[in-house]
Each structure stands twice: as C-alpha cells, then as structure tokens.
C-alpha cells in the first residue's frame, strides 16, 4: 500500500501541468478588456448577470469570500444597457426651509446650472459692494467738506456695518448638485459594503451655527447617500446581513418606490428636521455574503430579490482540466496586468501556482477559485522577484512567496507545534495506553496536531456515561456519539459500567467537525483493552455508527503539520487518498496510509503484546457483517422457497 501511495504523490508531482499548451511567459496571453469576461469558474454566476443586466433585475450572491463576487457586480455596472443618465440638484425652498426641493436634469447639466448660478451671485453681490463702496465714500466725502471729519468716519463705519449685516446671502439660494453624471458614461457602480445609515440612505450635516444669519442653508448641508449615487447603476452590498434592521428596511423601500427622501440620520442632530422632496435612486442591487448572510438578512427584503432578480451561489472550486488551466494562466496574466509593478510569470511560476490552487481546492481533480488569495500568492511572488530586478518571476519565486505569504493561521499552527514540543503537549516516539495524536484544520491553509486522551474509570451513577472536554461544537459532540455506539462491539465489553473520559488537549479555540472520530475510537479502545499506541503516528478520518473511515476536508494541510512536528505515520481515509498534494519537503518526512475500516486504523495505531491474537479478533470483527449478512439472505431465501 505504501508503494501505491508513493507512487500516486510522486506522480502528482511530477506530472507535467501544463502538457499541450504552447505558453512560455504569462506576457503571452490576452486579457480579455471587459470585466465579465475576465471572470473564470463561475460559468453560472456569469450567465445570470448578463440576464439580470438586460433585464434590470436585482441579484443576490452567496459564496466564500474571494471567489469574484465583488468583480461581477462590478461587471454588471458595465453590461447595462446604455441610457440617459440624470444629475440630481437640491434647491432652497422659501415656503419651507427645512423640505428642499429635488431637481432631475441631463447628465452634465447640472454643474452647468450651478456655475450659472453661481456667476450670477456673484455679479449681484460685486455691484452691491460697489454701491456700498461709494455710499461710504460720498459720506466721508461730505463730512470732510463739512469739516466733520470725526463724525462722518463714525457714520460711514456704522452704515458699514448695518449694511453687512442686513445685507441678504446670494449663496444661500444657490443649488446645490446632489448627484453628478458625465454624459455618455457607463452606469455608476457604487459599493456600499460596510456603509452607515447616512452613507446608505443620505444625510444632513449639523449646522453648530443655526442662527444669527450665519447658518448653513438646509439645502446646502444635505449629502447623497450610497442609493441616490447607484442611481441609473449598481449598488453592491458586500455582508448584507451587517446591515441594521432599520437600514434593511429603508432599503427595501428605496428598491420598492425608486425614489427615498433624505433626511438627518441623528436624531440629535439639527439635521433631523430637514427632509427633502423624494431624491430617485432607481438602482440595481447586488447583495453578497457568505452563507450566513441569509439568516441576519432581512426577510422581506430577501424576498423581494427573490421575486424580482435572482440567487446565486458561487463555486469555491472547479474541475481541473487543461481548458481551465488555460483559464488560470489568463488569471495570472489579468494579476499581473492589474498591479502593474511586477514581472510576468515565465512556464516553471505558472506550473507552481497551479499547482497551489490544486492544493488549495481540497478537492482531488479540482482547481481552488478564492482567487484572491492566489492573487495575493502572485503579488508576493512578483515582488521578490523584482526585488532581484529578474526579468520574470519563476518558480523559485513562486516557492519563496508560499513561505513569505503564510497566512495568520499557519503562523500560529507553526509556532504552537514548537511550542508544544518543547513542554511534551505533542508526544512523537514510543507508546501511550489512550493517547492518540489526532490532526486538525486552523483557518482554510493550515492544519495542527490535536493530541487526544482517554481514560476509563468505574461508573458513579445508575449508567456508564461519555464525557468529552476541550470546547466540542454540535458536530463535534455527535461524533463522540457515533464513536460511543461502537466501542462495545471492538472490546466485546459492557461500557454501561464505565465513565469514559475524553481531552481534546490545547483546543483553546473549540472544536468543530467529526474529522477526530477515528482518533477518539482508537483512543478509548486503547484504554479499555490496555493497549498502547504508536507516538510518532497521527490519523484523521471520520467514523460510522459501522465503523467505515469516511472522507474529511483539509487532508493535504494535516499531514504537513504532522510532518513539521515530527511524526513519521499519517493515516487518512482512503477516499481522501486523491486530495493529498503535500510540498515535496514534506514526502520523505512522512508515511501515508489510506485506510476504509476501523480493523485497519486499530492493525496499524495499536501495539498489543500478542499481535497475532490481536489480528485474528480484528478479523473476526470484520468478519461479522458479512456472516450476518449471508445469515439474513439464507433465510430469506427459505422464505422465498416456502
């Protein structure tokens, strides 16, 4: 079997990833000029959008971060069908100052109305100064005439003053442009992730000086929101469910009447008397969010996408075939093009970040599409390699940026299997009764030894009880109900006597996920039947109420972390035997073994003292299913024949 694995993990990587395509340097590939088709793996995200672009529908997109949402919907901004785009312009309203008046008008005009406006208040207010400059003069004038020259500088200042102060404000009746659009222009894309209820909905400034003549004219403090500058465009909302209820609900209305008033967002502020005529805002939405976003998501306002656009869910992987290679090299090239500054990416750079992203996916015969933690990869590995001033990057490049780039997780996996090493939390030679070295996921590119323990004592109570410590999650906890329904039938012993004691050691964070279940079954059969366990081994698998080793996720990240701490076995399920695509450091550190059952997790994590009777009771329990299945079909088939 070792042979077998060998030979799959050799084969891997040393397969040629890039056989039949012509491509030398990522500088010869096209990127494609329009956003949309810039998109890889997410054929579906992509047909919808071009729909709900001809047919002004709104859309809704749920997915891992990274995988393009942010990028279709700034793509949709651009299918849009061409149409006349509007300036929106606040007026003074001298019936009411606190309810401005809203103007619509042809992209560009109206920083043209306002200029008009503006030059005319500014002609007004230079020949009112120059009456008031020969007013003050002709009185100066006079008084000197009259030889009152004391008195006439009195009279000149006071009428000066009065006159100022009295003196109306052309600016306050200026309009104020609300809302800008060039002319021919593609429809706006605003991204309103993360935004207030002022910077979603719009607002009104405090004014501190709110009389006396030298207050903010209501009309001149009133601010657009997110919604009225998406007008005619696309307003994309990035965790959706962040979103207060009472900004879910004003939204909903905006997409409802396609128009929302502004008004004070503070009901502190003078600004809360202010509320302007309708301001139209008629927009096309895209929310986003991880698939958590749909419970803190407003319902009705779930529905209303629902009923008027469509739901999308964005594929985290795709197939790995030479067409979406192709597909990945073109990424490449678009990263590249995009920040710039870097080298392009030369045949050996392009084969290692693919092979990255097959890691990544977790998946055998998929590519990863969180590009952009790939885009990062790239990013890092160009700046090393123009930090050598090379002409393109390579895979050496490639190689350095895995180790520079590591994310938070893997840091902390790194410095915590250290560490447990120097105090003995990680055991990695000789044997232990109920101690098993289980592995763990950190984060999505990191994984971690989870030491497991387990010790049996006589019951206190009525009945025998489990009791597992370390912070278990709900899945987690109906993991050690699946392992508990087993153990009698491999240790032939009555366990409604016996409280089993399970630690889950170092597991500050909690545990989630039933990937230990193999390790607890081999733990607390170990210390039931007295049977120690091989140290310098780890396993990871889930377990059937039957005893079948079921896949897991992140196989590839744990058999690395079992390398770094010095472990020299790794038992995975079999299934998962198509996912491992552990770096070449790691293939001469560690043994794989992809087992099926529990007998072969058992065969080979435990040390008996009589091997040899040992694996006869493992066959004999493996043998049981299928005498009892032939029992069930002979008397059926006695059924069948009377």
């Given at each position: ?155 000149a200042a006071f009428i000066f003053m009065a006159l100022q102060y009295s003196r109306p404000r052309e600016d306050a009746m200026i309009p104020k442009l609300l809302v800008s659009s060039e002319p ?29 003549g030298l207050e903010t004219p209501a009309h001149d403090r009133v601010e657009a929101g997110a919604i009225h500058r998406a007008n005619g465009g696309v307003l994309f909302i990035d965790e959706i ?134 885009g990062g990869l790239i990013r890092v590995a160009g700046d090393i390699a123009r930090q050598e001033s090379a002409d393109v990057t390579s895979a050496r490049h490639v190689l350095a940026a895995k ?240």
């Amino acid at each position: 079997m070792q042979d077998t694995v060998s030979n799959i993990l050799e084969k891997k990587t040393d397969e040629d990833l890039l056989q039949g395509s012509a491509i030398t340097s990522s500088s010869e590939v096209t990127v494609p000029p329009r956003l949309i088709d810039q998109v890889i793996g997410q054929d579906a995200a992509v047909e919808v959008i071009k729909k709900a672009a001809t047919q002004r529908r709104h859309v809704m997109m749920i997915g891992n971060p990274g995988t393009g949402k942010s990028m279709l919907a700034k793509a949709m901004a651009e299918l849009l069908p061409k149409e006349e785009l509007k300036d929106i312009l606040v007026y003074p309203n001298v019936e009411d100052s606190n309810n401005p008046i809203i103007r619509t008008v042809a992209a560009g005009r109206g920083k043209q109305i306002v200029a008009a406006h503006k030059a005319e208040a500014a002609k007004r207010k230079q020949m009112r100064n120059t009456l008031v400059m020969l007013l003050i003069f002709g009185i100066i004038g006079y008084a000197l005439i009259a030889g009152q020259a004391l008195m006439g500088i009195i009279a000149a200042a006071f009428i000066f003053m009065a006159l100022q102060y009295s003196r109306p404000r052309e600016d306050a009746m200026i309009p104020k442009l609300l809302v800008s659009s060039e002319p021919n222009s593609i429809a706006p894309f605003i991204d309103g992730t993360g935004s207030h209820a002022g910077a979603l909905l719009g607002d009104v400034r405090h004014d501190p000086f709110q009389s006396g003549g030298l207050e903010t004219p209501a009309h001149d403090r009133v601010e657009a929101g997110a919604i009225h500058r998406a007008n005619g465009g696309v307003l994309f909302i990035d965790e959706i469910n962040t979103l207060t209820p009472h900004s879910q609900q004003n939204l909903l209305t905006a997409l409802q009447e396609g128009e929302f008033p502004i008004t004070g967002q503070s009901e502190r502020s003078s600004g809360a008397m202010v509320r302007t005529e309708a301001v139209p805002c008629r927009f096309i939405m895209i929310a986003a969010g991880n698939l958590d976003a749909m419970q803190g998501m407003h319902p009705a306002l779930r529905s209303r996408i629902r009923g008027y656009g469509y739901e999308v869910y964005m594929q985290d992987t795709m197939l790995d075939t030479p067409e979406n290679r192709e597909k990945f090299i073109r990424f490449i090239a678009q990263e590249v093009k995009n920040d710039g500054k870097i080298p392009h990416f030369d045949r050996s750079a392009i084969e290692e970040v693919i092979r990255e992203a097959q890691r990544r996916s977790n998946r055998k015969g998929h590519l990863t599409l969180k590009l952009r933690e790939m885009g990062g990869l790239i990013r890092v590995a160009g700046d090393i390699a123009r930090q050598e001033s090379a002409d393109v990057t390579s895979a050496r490049h490639v190689l350095a940026a895995k180790n520079t780039a590591r994310s938070i997780e893997q840091q902390i996996s790194d410095e915590y299997i250290h560490r447990s090493r120097d105090y003995d939390l990680t055991v990695v030679t000789g044997t232990q009764v109920g101690r098993v070295n289980g592995l763990a996921v950190m984060g999505a590119d990191s994984g971690s030894v989870l030491p497991i323990v387990a010790e049996v004592t006589p019951t206190q109570g009525a009945a025998g009880t489990v009791i597992a410590t370390g912070l278990l999650k709900e899945i987690a906890q109906e993991s050690i109900k699946n392992v508990s329904a087993i153990l009698k039938k491999f240790t032939g012993k009555d366990i409604k006597n016996m409280d089993i004691h399970i630690q889950f050691i170092g597991t500050y964070g909690g545990v989630e996920g039933d990937s230990a279940s193999i390790s607890v079954a081999t733990a607390v059969i170990s210390a039931i039947e007295g049977i120690p366990v091989k140290q310098d081994l780890a396993m990871t698998g889930s377990l059937s109420v039957r005893g079948d080793v079921l896949p897991i996720g992140g196989v590839t990240y744990k058999i690395e972390a079992a390398a770094k701490a010095g472990i020299k076995t790794v038992i995975i399920p079999k299934a998962n035997l198509g996912d491992v695509l552990i770096e070449d450091r790691y293939r001469s550190m560690v043994e794989v073994i992809p087992v099926a059952h529990i007998e072969e997790v058992l065969e080979a994590a435990l040390v008996p003292q009589n091997r040899e009777l040992f694996l006869d009771k493992l066959k004999k329990i493996a043998a049981e299913p299928v005498k009892k299945a032939l029992e069930s079909s002979a008397i059926g088939g006695t059924h069948l024949a009377a």
